[in-house]
């Protein structure tokens, strides 16, 4: 039995969201199995080496940043699709969608003199917001040791519940340091920041993070692992990075679902409705008349 399989329950699943809904942060120990993070951060390490240098002063000159994860490794899917994280995941953001996305999969490396990122809410990169809805859930898995000095990720506890204040005392924050095998969860609502690298040594992550399943990602997922590649995927981890489509009509391509690209068929087929209960059942309500806004049913004539 593996490290996850053990952990894993509904009672921590449980635990661990209401301790995120409370907090807008939590860090679990010994998340995934330390091999499992040794052998990604392996695969990764050419990447590292090789990508150039962010732009910006949000991303920082001082770090690096690369994407498309999932088609970098076949480790990430047991990071992805880790039962207790994913589950987590599920039970933060389905009560405003059908079906949870991958947002974003992205490796982060603070090299030495790298300074502290501005305080931002992820959630702010859609101009929306409902009150009580939660957009994103984040998962920060460590690569190496995150501490005070090399420039572990600060969080602000509860600053969920204060989105209207855009920075906080930084003597309300705390500096989420773990080892590699722990899992930092953080809200799309919550208020954090990368920290500054005062040590001689980068410290190296990744970021995996989840959203309301209706909304745009930050990171495309059809570009980023086009049909080819997404065919060599698990089927959920393929649904997970955007094949397939979400009620109503949301994510189709030719009028399908996005699923049916992950097949090798290329016989023409039909558009087809994919529409949740509520609207079949308006639609049915409208055929039999029962609407009256100055007719009793369909047009007797035109064309769509």
């Known amino acids: 039995m593996t490290l996850q399989q053990q952990r894993f329950s509904p009672e921590a699943v449980m635990h661990w969201s209401q301790t995120l809904r409370r907090d807008g942060y939590c860090i679990i120990p010994d998340a995934i199995d330390v091999a499992a993070v040794e052998t990604i951060s392996s695969d990764f390490a050419g990447a590292f080496e090789n990508t150039p240098m962010a732009i910006g002063p949000f991303y920082g000159s001082w770090t690096k940043r690369f994407h498309g994860l999932l088609g970098r490794s076949a480790e990430m899917d047991h990071f992805v699709r880790d039962p207790l994280i994913l589950s987590i995941a599920e039970e933060i953001l389905l009560p405003?969608?059908?079906m949870i996305q991958l947002n974003l999969t992205q490796a982060i490396e603070i090299l030495p003199g790298g300074r502290e990122q501005p305080p931002h809410r992820d959630q702010d990169m859609w101009p929306v917001r409902?009150?009580?809805?939660?957009?994103?859930?984040?998962?920060?898995?460590?690569?190496?040791?995150?501490?005070?000095?090399?420039?572990?990720?600060?969080v602000w506890p509860g600053s969920h519940l204060r989105q209207e204040e855009i920075v906080l005392d930084p003597a309300d924050a705390i500096i989420a340091e773990m080892p590699p095998g722990s899992a930092l969860l953080f809200l799309g609502s919550t208020l954090h920041a990368g920290g500054a690298n005062r040590t001689c040594q980068s410290r190296r992550g990744m970021i995996v993070s989840y959203s309301l399943g209706w909304l745009k990602p930050y990171e495309l997922p059809w570009l980023a692992y086009p049909p080819e590649i997404a065919r060599t995927f698990p089927r959920e981890l393929a649904k997970l990075a955007g094949y397939r489509s979400h009620r109503p009509n949301l994510g189709t391509f030719e009028g399908r679902c996005a699923s049916d690209l992950l097949e090798c068929d290329e016989t023409p087929k039909g558009a087809v409705d994919a529409l949740r209960p509520e609207h079949e059942a308006l639609i049915e309500q409208y055929y039999a008349g029962m609407f009256d806004g100055g007719r009793n049913g369909p047009p007797k004539s035109g064309r769509e």
């Open 96 to 98: 405003g969608c059908e």
């Open 130 to 154: 409902q009150p009580g809805l939660e957009y994103l859930v984040n998962v920060m898995w460590p690569f190496t040791r995150y501490t005070a000095e090399n420039g572990a990720t600060i």
